[in-house]
């Protein structure tokens, strides 16, 4: 358990760290996702699985998928393609993490390091698209 903590800890480090937006820009809707984002990935990033076990972790998470998969929507219009990429590498990350719960092996791990691996990739090449608009 311990490890699979550390392994969505690492990968959420890296997402998205790009700064808050200017909220009267066109763009503010995608910039204020953008920064719920960031402030799921830093609460997942804090959970402590020892003191407050699996439950906290997986309601985190939870935040966490539900806070990107509005950025998605929102940054569709004008992100499309990395949109797209960030919601297959979201569905990679799902399917790995069942599988590493169903039957868990170093070769599910492996899974799960890559798919976050890929998923925090795409979230970084919709930050960089995103530099200039928040």
Same mark, same amino acid.
């Given at each position: 358990?311990?490890?699979?903590?550390?392994?969505?800890?690492?990968?959420?480090?890296?997402?998205?760290?790009?700064?808050?937006?200017?909220?009267?820009?066109?763009?503010?809707?995608?910039? +204020?996702?953008?920064? #719920?984002?960031?402030?799921?990935?830093?609460?997942?990033?804090?959970?402590?699985? #020892?003191?407050?076990?699996?439950?906290?972790?997986?309601?985190?998470?939870?935040?966490?998928?539900? +806070?990107?998969?509005?950025?998605?929507?929102?940054?569709?219009?004008?992100?499309?393609?990395?949109?797209?990429?960030?919601?297959?590498?979201?569905?990679?990350?799902?399917?790995?993490?069942?599988?590493?719960?169903? #039957?868990?092996?170093?070769?599910?791990? +492996?899974?799960?390091?890559?798919?976050?691996?890929?998923? +925090?990739?795409?979230?970084?090449?919709?930050?960089? #698209?995103?530099?200039?608009?928040?």
């Amino acid at each position: 358990m311990r490890r699979i903590a550390l392994l969505v800890s690492a990968a959420v480090l890296g997402v998205l760290p790009v700064a808050g937006c200017a909220s009267d820009s066109p763009q503010a809707v995608v910039c +204020d996702s953008l920064t #719920a984002v960031q402030n799921s990935a830093q609460h997942v990033r804090e959970t402590n699985v #020892a003191e407050n076990g699996l439950n906290q972790l997986r309601t985190n998470l939870i935040q966490l998928r539900t +806070d990107v998969q509005k950025l998605i929507a929102d940054a569709k219009n004008q992100f499309a393609p990395q949109a797209d990429a960030i919601r297959a590498s979201l569905d990679q990350v799902s399917s790995t993490v069942n599988v590493a719960k169903t #039957a868990p092996s170093t070769t599910a791990f +492996d899974a799960v390091r890559q798919a976050l691996a890929a998923l +925090d990739n795409s979230v970084k090449a919709l930050g960089d #698209a995103m530099s200039g608009t928040c």
